[in-house]
């Protein structure tokens, strides 16, 4: 979730940690009878109702004398006042060496769904030193407690419903990973999960499973080059990836993902970022002394011209970033800051009051109310999964996580992620059109600048509709509360070219399972092979019998990036 290395530099004064419904574009009752009940799908499995679409919780799959010390009472986790079913937790070492020391910490829940054989997902957060743990309890988890809401409800949208789901606290250093942090560059950060990884598939018995790999914020870091490192070993029995899946990613360099994209950004929304107009003025001002539309309006075309420049523009005779261009980033939060003092710089239309949370960190602020406590820090909460109980658990890690706090590998754009899209030819960049902590036309630009299947960039456009599909089912699922309602129709932007699609979603922001479940829900049914489409009208496959839209779907409606016909505006 939290993007570290850059709050960690925001001014102190503002107060930031380091670390409803939608009903389509047309009323209800339109949109009702615009819909029809879906053509029957090949695949019969995949015409079951989502209410009945699992397995029994009482028949476990994976214990055995290995794994009995990790299994987790379904029954017995606190404030959860139903059975999660069968799962396991705890640490394991990363490396077959005795007396390693330092290990990583999982949560592991097999899958409900019986097309999932032979198969699993890690999940990971970002940061760097946030826990994946945030992932499980607030956006794709079998039981999920958003901000704000009563208590843990029943996740309809969880991806263990669709395939084996681990997730993982990593590096050494984040959450109940322990031991010595040794890291100093991404390559480092795969080897321990190599290890860690082969331990795992031992201990459960999962050797020639599929691997597929998600995560979102730094994990953009994380996931392509564990997963290049997991391709290169050209070993199937333990790292036999398939696909990757990574939201609001860091993948290219701090400018291009902050400051450069900035104004364009504030201009898009101007209703959330209701400025004066000497303050706008300011703006504009150095914005064009940067360079920074400029650059945009060059470089975010389709096809691309070619590489962005080694030197960035509005930076010193050295190459650093000048003060007056970076500050273009900060001083958009702070002012948005003091007209919302609530204001989120992970979904930009937030507004007051700040909602509790029981990670302590709602958006942008850390806050816990008194007499609150952080669920994953309480004792009883440990013990339930085997985790040590003289950790202190937190959100984000309050030490560093690499040497120095340096990750010395280049962005992934580079080298790692254009590895995995070549040799899987299935990956997924999803990004919230909501999030400021890294703008989407950020990655755009990353991906512009990628060389990949022989060619640098996208050569068109995104401009596909992406289709959520209603999900009536899920909606009348007993287990459905206020807390898990999504919605469905276009909710975006999808393109795909050479192996990589782009998907950028409307109402989310930089945590796209937590704030459009169904969404995220749909690009794990594309990455699984489930569906083959993401701008059809195909229903989930486990909802099989909901209606869907018959009208024509338009072109996307999240933000597109500039073309050469638009130079200069989105």
């Not at 029954?75 to 799962?87: A, K, L, Q, R, T």
């Not at 945009?296 to 389709?302: I, K």
């Not at 995995?420 to 960049?429: A, D, F, G, L, R």
Request: glycine residues 10%; charged residues 15%.
């Amino acid at each position: 979730m939290r993007w570290n290395r850059l709050l960690s530099v925001l001014p102190l004064s503002v107060g930031i940690v380091s670390a409803g419904r939608s009903l389509g574009h047309a009323p209800a009752g339109k949109r009702l009878a615009e819909k029809v009940a879906p053509q029957k799908l090949k695949n019969t499995r995949e015409q079951i109702p989502h209410q009945i679409y699992e397995r029994e919780i009482n028949a476990p799959l994976f214990l055995n004398s290995n794994t009995s010390k990790f299994a987790v009472n379904g029954s017995g986790i606190p404030d959860v006042d139903f059975n999660v079913g069968e799962s396991y937790a705890g640490s394991l070492p990363i490396s077959s060496d005795p007396n390693e020391k330092s290990n990583l910490f999982f949560w592991f829940f097999p899958s409900t769904n019986p097309a999932a054989e032979k198969e699993i997902l890690i999940w990971l957060n970002g940061g760097p030193g946030c826990s994946s743990f945030e992932g499980l309890l607030q956006e794709n988890g079998p039981f999920i407690w958003q901000y704000g809401t009563f208590k843990p409800v029943a996740n309809p949208w969880s991806w263990h419903t669709l395939t084996n789901v681990i997730w993982v606290e990593q590096p050494v250093g984040t959450g109940f990973s322990t031991g010595t942090v040794t890291a100093t560059s991404e390559e480092d950060v795969a080897k321990q999960f190599m290890g860690f990884w082969k331990n795992f598939v031992d201990t459960f018995s999962m050797q020639g499973y599929k691997v597929y790999i998600a995560g979102e914020s730094y994990a953009g870091a994380y996931c392509p080059y564990i997963a290049s490192a997991f391709l290169d070993a050209s070993d199937k029995t333990y790292y036999n990836m398939s696909g990757m899946l990574i939201y609001d990613p860091v993948i290219t360099l701090d400018e291009v993902a902050e400051p450069i994209p900035t104004l364009q950004f504030v201009e898009y929304w101007s209703g959330l970022f209701p400025f004066n107009d000497t303050f706008k003025a300011d703006l504009i001002a150095r914005d064009k002394s940067c360079g920074y539309s400029d650059f945009v309006s060059q470089y975010l075309v389709y096809p691309p011209e070619g590489h962005m420049p080694a030197t960035l523009p509005g930076t010193y005779p050295n190459g650093t970033t000048r003060d007056e261009c970076w500050s273009i980033y900060y001083d958009v939060f702070n002012a948005a800051t003091a007209l919302n003092p609530c204001f989120d710089i992970y979904q930009v239309a937030t507004t007051c009051p700040v909602l509790w949370d029981v990670l302590g960190f709602p958006g942008s602020f850390g806050y816990l109310p008194a007499g609150a406590t952080v669920y994953f820090d309480r004792p009883d909460v440990k013990a339930a999964i085997h985790a040590p109980s003289d950790v202190a658990w937190a959100e984000c890690a309050s030490g560093d996580v690499f040497v120095n706090g340096t990750d010395l590998s280049p962005p992934s754009n580079l080298e790692a992620l254009p590895n995995v899209i070549e040799k899987t030819h299935n990956v997924i960049i999803g990004h919230g059109a909501l999030d400021m902590i890294l703008l989407a036309n950020g990655t755009l630009l990353g991906i512009q600048n990628m060389s990949w299947g022989g060619k640098v960039g996208f050569q068109s456009r995104p401009q596909e509709p992406f289709y959520v599909p209603y999900n009536d089912g899920i909606m009348q699922d007993e287990n459905v509360t206020l807390s898990t309602l999504a919605g469905g129709g276009v909710f975006g932007t999808v393109h795909t070219e050479r192996g990589l699609t782009f998907v950028g979603v409307d109402l989310a922001g930089h945590m796209i399972p937590q704030y459009a479940p169904s969404a995220a829900y749909r690009h794990l049914e594309f990455l699984l092979g489930r569906v083959d489409c993401m701008n059809c009208t195909k229903p989930f496959t486990t909802d099989a019998t909901a209606g869907q839209s018959t009208q024509p779907l338009g072109k996307g409606t999240a933000p597109q990036g500039w073309s050469n016909n638009n130079k200069g505006g989105q």
